[in-house]
């Protein structure tokens, strides 16, 4: 049996993760704080007996080097997201993705890990306005948040070649789906969208609604976890994807897709207004991946689209949330 560290685990991305590997045979160990994580994510799988909880911080060495012990394998989710978040307390934002990152290198290096796969974010391309978006073309970073994940992806080839860790990082692509928590301040565009317009609030939409994104839906992002985790590929290691679908949507569109979804357990979903602000600091204009390197090396192919992906995760919402 295969063990497998998940780092943020009780999150969004990291609780999808682990009830997929538990699905499928495997041991996970999950090591939370709970600065953005929730108990009742990981709920179901307390009285799991291939999974494991501890709670603690990759900020400090120690929990780390405990939380590595006999795992085969790392997917490292814990951070700090946000562009916003990040511009408002840096230091906090570089404490735990740039330090708690190294934090897990060590240990991960020190414990002779298979494979450490970590969570990249599209913010490192920056102020790059090439489209599509191609993994060895970038920009300089636009946020303390993205400086922080262009840092990981560094030390990560410096702890490659240096000391022979065998390294894959995923540049997450606007991440949504079940789970995704849609309270807080910093809540993701999708679940704060969907949560306003069940209760018949008005969303705001930051700019015109022009800027697009390359929304990517929980279960691809899955997908290249699994198949970065465990391709045999020499090619394929020691490198950066793109994690996305490779189509981009606009604000406005997105706006469409998840009134018309709602609609369908509530018409009155159709006739709420969306307002406009302005841009938010730190936001990229467009973004769209290609994913011809990820579909080359790994053999990911995407089982979702925007369309598809909207529509089962607003079924989610719609049961979770009322």
Request: with cysteine; charged share 20%; proline share 4%.
């Amino acid at each position: 049996m295969n063990k497998i560290l998940i780092t943020g685990g009780a999150g969004f991305i990291g609780s999808n993760l682990t009830e997929y590997f538990l699905n499928k045979g495997y041991y996970v160990v999950c090591l939370d704080n709970f600065a953005t994580g929730h108990r009742y994510n990981i709920e179901p799988f307390l009285e799991n007996s291939n999974y494991k909880l501890i709670e603690g911080d990759i900020r400090d060495l120690e929990t780390c080097k405990t939380a590595v012990e006999g795992v085969d394998y790392i997917l490292h989710q814990a951070a700090l997201g946000s562009v916003p978040r990040s511009i408002k307390d840096p230091v906090t934002s570089n404490d735990v993705n740039v330090t708690g990152f190294l934090n897990m290198l060590i240990a991960a290096r020190d414990a002779n890990i298979k494979r450490f796969v970590y969570a990249a974010s599209s913010s490192t391309y920056g102020d790059s306005e090439s489209l599509p978006k191609v993994e060895d073309v970038i920009g300089k970073p636009l946020s303390p948040y993205a400086v922080t994940k262009f840092v990981n992806e560094l030390y990560a080839d410096v702890f490659s070649k240096t000391y022979g860790i065998q390294c894959i990082g995923l540049r997450y692509f606007n991440v949504f789906g079940r789970r995704q928590d849609p309270n807080g301040a910093y809540a993701a565009v999708i679940p704060l969208f969907v949560k306003q317009l069940i209760n018949h609030e008005s969303p705001k939409i930051n700019g015109t609604g022009d800027y697009s994104r390359d929304f990517t839906y929980i279960d691809n992002v899955i997908q290249m976890n699994e198949l970065a985790m465990l391709s045999e590929n020499a090619e394929a290691v020691n490198t950066v994807y793109n994690t996305a679908v490779g189509d981009r949507t606009t604000l406005n569109d997105l706006m469409h897709y998840l009134k018309k979804y709602l609609s369908e357990f509530d018409p009155e979903i159709a006739n709420v207004n969306t307002i406009y602000g302005p841009n938010r600091i730190g936001d990229i204009p467009h973004s769209l991946a290609s994913i011809k390197k990820a579909e080359k090396l790994l053999g990911y192919k995407p089982s979702h689209t925007i369309d598809k992906g909207l529509k089962e995760a607003v079924q989610w919402y719609w049961e979770n949330l009322k």
